[in-house]
């Protein structure tokens, strides 16, 4: 049975840091790229990034990139979403996943196969 479980959540201000992690089981966790997407109140689920089966690669969505970290451990089955200058818009509940592909080519546009429940960041001003 496939879990991915997101924890590190909670409440922020504006240019604080986070970091979020997502344990995983149920499945062959070093094949596959991982994921993070996330949901604002009101709006659209969006893609936030990925990191690919050996974590060489990472992606990132333009409102993130060069605030945002992802990194992954193999050996304990866990990916971490490193969140840094966070602001008011990055509130939204965070998950993380699989789209149960080596590199994660399709996650953008494709979503995940597999999602966690969420973990909720609210950032304030």
Sequence with gaps: QVQLVESGGGLVQ???????SCAASGFVF???????FRQAPGKEREFVGCISWTGRNTYYADSVKGRFIISRDNAKNTVVLQMN???PDDT????CGTDRDPFGAAM??????YWGK???VTVSS
């Design 30 to 36: 070093s094949r596959y790229a991982m994921g993070w």
């Design 118 to 120: 969420g973990t909720l």
């Design 108 to 113: 953008r546009r494709n979503g995940m196969d």
């Design 14 to 20: 504006a240019g604080d840091s986070l970091r979020l």
């Design 85 to 87: 200058s966070l602001k």
């Design 92 to 95: 939204a509940v965070y998950y």
